[in-house]
């Protein structure tokens, strides 16, 4: 069978529920491989939710579709404070990415507390500002940035990284709309151990099916090289 952009391979998928520490539910989905434990786990910050963003933001959707089968991942997807989608809405309001530390956090919790291994931050857009700011915690590998605009995130937060110490990888769309490659490779100069990966061809929203396996791919590659890189055809095991 092809991959196409519609496709849904076969996971364990379990709707899920975080709770905060100032006391939020937040509506989630946990995708696993069928039948195998997961060897890395992603754990997807979406894009700004005053803009569309939430867990069903295209790229995480297809992740969650494709990667517990193609590379043995653990996928979890939730919606920030006040975000909808069509899982649910989670409870509070947008707080400007300031709040939204708890919910982070949340997820972080979460995915220990379940013995989910290897976890990895994968922020876009607005996310990459919520793992830069708030993902600095022990748990996790590192972390994986898709259009980061550092707009809420700042030179701070990257020497903050820096001084964590986890690998930081940042790709960058060429024709992104608010940070491209050439002031995205001065802006990360101050993590001198980050990885920017300049995708040729691409925008802030990585529409089309190319874009989107070449994201999918890069996150393959670190959490899980023995995958990369991704097949283009499934065959469903007998």
């Known amino acids: 069978m092809e991959i196409r952009a519609s496709t849904v391979l076969p996971a364990d998928r379990e709707q899920i529920t ?39 933001s295209h790229v995480f959707r297809k992740a969650s579709y494709r990667l517990p089968a193609l590379a043995d ?24 990415g300031e709040g939204e530390r708890h919910d982070v956090a949340a997820a972080l919790e979460y995915a220990e507390f379940h013995d989910l291994p290897r976890i990895w931050l994968v922020g876009w857009s607005f996310g990459t500002e919520l793992a ?8 996790i590998e590192g972390a994986i940035l898709l259009s980061p605009p550092l707009h809420r995130a700042g030179d701070d937060d990257l020497r903050a990284w820096a001084e964590f110490g986890k690998p930081l990888i940042a790709l960058v769309p060429e024709f992104d709309d608010y940070l491209r490659p050439a002031e995205a490779r001065e802006r990360f100069a101050l993590v001198p151990h980050a990885e920017l990966v300049a995708v040729e061809g691409a925008k802030h ?9 070449v994201v999918l791919n890069e996150i393959v ?11 283009t055809t499934y065959a469903q095991p007998v």
Do not use: I
Request: glycine share 10%; hydrophobic share 40%; aromatic share 6%.
């Open 132 to 139: 830069l700011r708030w993902g600095r915690d022990p748990a």
């Open 221 to 231: 590659k670190r959490l899980n090289p023995a995958a990369y890189p991704l097949e």
């Open 18 to 56: 975080l709770h905060t520490a100032d006391g939020l539910s937040l509506v989630g989905e946990l995708a696993l491989p069928q039948g195998r434990p997961p060897v890395a786990t992603m754990v997807c910050l979406h894009p700004l939710p005053t803009h569309g963003g939430m867990m069903d």
């Open 73 to 96: 991942l653990a996928v979890l997807r939730f919606n920030t404070r006040g975000t909808s989608s069509e899982r649910g809405t989670s409870e509070g309001a947008f707080e400007e």
């Open 205 to 213: 929203l990585w529409v089309g099916e190319p874009a989107v396996r």
